[in-house]
Every structure is written in structure tokens, then in C-alpha cells.
């Protein structure tokens, strides 16, 4: 019945600091961004390199994510790299804090983590 994920929604604290990380750091494209009157309410559709998307949306009030990376609920975002060298450069050089690389026991690939503006917990993949 499912085929793949269409795309994963993302609150965010701060609207024009999350956009410019997801688009400038990450390399996101965007595909549509439309101001919500109603809702004073942000949303930034971003294209991801497979076909599926990010939806980023801003809402005021907000609450923050109550703790990482244990709380139930969505546990983190995985994107996967070809090479988890080059992409922790890159995001070191955006300033963004890495944490040190590891190896899954299970599948012996090397992944980490970092976080995005809001601490939502986001891992590096190295596919391959």
C-alpha cells in the first residue's frame, strides 16, 4: 500500500534562521513558500534529492521539544551522504556542531549527528 515517504513536517522556532539552514546549509531547493495569514504561519515545501520533501512550518507559540533525542515521538531525521567526510566539512565550516562519527554495529556504515536550529536531533547516513 505505501510506496514512499512523500515528506516529513518540521515546526520551527525561528522562521528566517531554520529556512536559511535547511536551504543554505543543507543544499535544500525550495519549491514553494507561502505566508498563511490565518494562522500567522509560515510554509517553506523544500525538495529532497530522492523525490520526497520537507515541509517547514513556523507558528507562534510554539512549544519546544520537551527533551532529545528519547522523547516519544519522531526520534530523529536520517539523511543519507556518499561521503560523511565531506558533508561533516561542510556543516563544521556553517559553524554547525558535529558530534563524533561512529559505526553502526550492525551494518558497520559511519553515521553522526548534529542539530538543526531548534535541536531537532538530524544524523548523517554514509550510504556508501
Not at 504561519?41 to 515541509?55: C, H, R, T, V
Not at 519522531?74 to 565550516?93: E, G, I, K, N, S
Not at 536550529?117 to 538530524?122: A, C, I, R, S
Request: aromatic share 10%.
Amino acid at each position: 500500500m505505501l510506496r514512499s515517504i512523500h515528506h516529513v513536517a518540521i515546526i520551527c522556532a525561528d522562521y528566517q534562521r531554520s529556512k536559511a539552514f535547511y536551504t543554505q546549509v543543507l543544499g535544500l531547493r525550495i519549491i514553494a513558500e507561502n505566508y498563511r495569514a490565518a494562522r500567522q504561519s509560515w510554509k517553506l515545501d523544500l525538495a529532497l534529492p530522492d523525490g520526497g520533501q520537507i515541509e517547514l512550518f513556523s507558528f507562534p507559540g510554539a512549544p519546544a521539544r520537551p527533551t532529545t533525542p528519547e522523547a516519544q515521538g519522531l526520534r530523529h531525521l536520517a539523511f543519507a551522504v556518499d561521503d560523511l567526510d565531506a558533508a561533516c566539512a561542510r556543516l563544521t565550516r556553517h559553524g554547525v556542531v558535529v558530534e563524533p562519527v561512529r559505526v553502526d554495529e550492525y551494518t558497520g556504515r559511519r553515521f553522526t549527528f548534529f542539530p538543526d536550529p531548534d535541536g531537532l536531533p538530524l544524523e548523517l547516513y554514509e550510504a556508501g
